[in-house]
C-alpha cells in the first residue's frame, strides 16, 4: 500500500486525475470505476477540465458504479446511476452505452447483485477503482464487520450512514435503508485500488485502516492485502497517522516514471 499525502483536497484531486489521464494513455478503453458522495468531486472536476482543455480524451473509457441504492428510481436524482452520468458520464463528453451499474429496482435483488458481478467479470474487470472512506471505515457500503471476501450484495445501511447521507436528502426519512454495493472481494479484484480522504473527519479510519491490523471491523484495512493499492489523503486525514513522516519522505523519493 501507498500512502500519498497532499496539502488539500484539490491537489489530491488533480494527482488522481492524472494518473486516471496516464491509464487512459495506455489503455483508452480501460474500465474506471467511480465512487459518489463529495469526496472524489475534485477528481471528477480535473478530469472534465482535462477533456475540456483537449489534454484528454476518454471517448473510449468505461465507467461502472461502485453501489446503488435499492428501491430508488433510476432516474431520482440522488440515485447513484443519476449521481454518476451527471458528475462522471456527462462532464467526460461519454454516453449511457459506456456506463454500467447495478439495478436497485430489479424484483430479485440477489440475482442482480449476482448479474453486476459477472457483468464486471465479462467487462474484463475494472482497472482503476476510485473508493471514499466511510468515517467508520467503510467502503462501497461495506460496513464494519462485513466480510473481506464478499462478493457484490445488498446490504442494510447503519443508522450512522444514513445520517451521513442525509444531507443529499431533505430528512433522514428519505434515506433508503438498504443498497447495492460491490463487496469487498469483488472490490480487491480491481487492478488498481485509490482511496481518496480529506477532512479531519476521515483521519481515525484512515489511521486504522492504514497502520491497524487487518479487520472486518475496518473494511478499508482490506486494502493492505492488495498489491497496488495507492491512499490519497490531505493534511487533516493524515493527522492521526504514526508513519506520516515516513509516508511523505518514500513518495518524495519515488521515481516519476513510476506514476501513481
Not at 472536476?45 to 458504479?65: F, H, T
Request: proline share 6%; charged share 20%.
Amino acid at each position: 500500500m501507498e500512502v500519498v499525502i497532499v496539502p488539500d483536497a484539490k491537489a489530491g484531486g488533480e494527482l488522481i486525475a492524472e494518473a486516471v489521464a496516464a491509464l487512459l494513455s495506455r489503455k483508452p478503453d480501460a474500465l474506471l470505476g467511480v465512487a459518489t458522495g463529495s469526496t472524489p468531486l475534485p477528481v471528477y472536476d480535473a478530469l472534465a477540465a482535462r477533456v475540456r482543455s483537449g489534454a484528454l480524451d476518454p471517448s473510449r473509457a468505461r465507467i461502472c458504479q461502485l453501489d446503488e441504492y435499492v428501491g430508488l428510481p433510476a432516474d431520482h436524482p440522488e440515485s447513484y446511476r443519476s449521481t454518476v452520468l451527471r458528475q462522471v458520464v456527462e462532464p467526460l463528453g461519454l454516453t449511457e452505452s459506456s456506463f454500467m451499474g447495478p439495478d436497485g429496482n430489479a424484483e430479485d435483488v440477489q440475482g442482480a447483485c449476482d448479474a453486476y458481478d459477472r457483468a464486471l467479470a465479462e467487462a474484463g474487470g475494472v482497472d482503476l477503482q476510485l473508493l471514499g472512506i466511510g468515517t467508520d471505515g467503510h467502503i462501497g457500503f461495506n460496513e464494519p464487520c462485513s466480510s473481506l471476501a464478499s462478493r457484490t450484495r445488498i446490504k442494510t445501511l447503519t443508522e450512522q450512514t444514513r445520517q451521513d447521507n442525509a444531507r443529499f436528502f431533505d430528512s433522514i426519512d428519505e434515506v433508503p435503508h438498504h443498497v447495492i454495493t460491490q463487496g469487498i472481494g469483488t472490490i480487491l479484484e480491481a487492478r488498481h485500488l485509490v482511496l481518496l480522504a480529506t477532512g479531519a473527519g476521515k483521519a481515525e479510519a484512515v489511521a486504522r485502516s492504514v497502520e491497524g491490523p487487518v479487520s472486518a471491523l475496518v473494511p478499508a484495512s482490506a486494502l493492505q492485502l492488495h498489491p497496488h493499492a495507492t491512499v490519497v489523503v490531505d493534511e487533516a486525514a493524515a493527522s492521526e497517522l504514526k508513519l506520516a513522516d515516513y509516508f511523505r519522505a518514500t513518495y518524495a523519493a519515488k521515481p516519476a516514471w513510476q506514476g501513481l
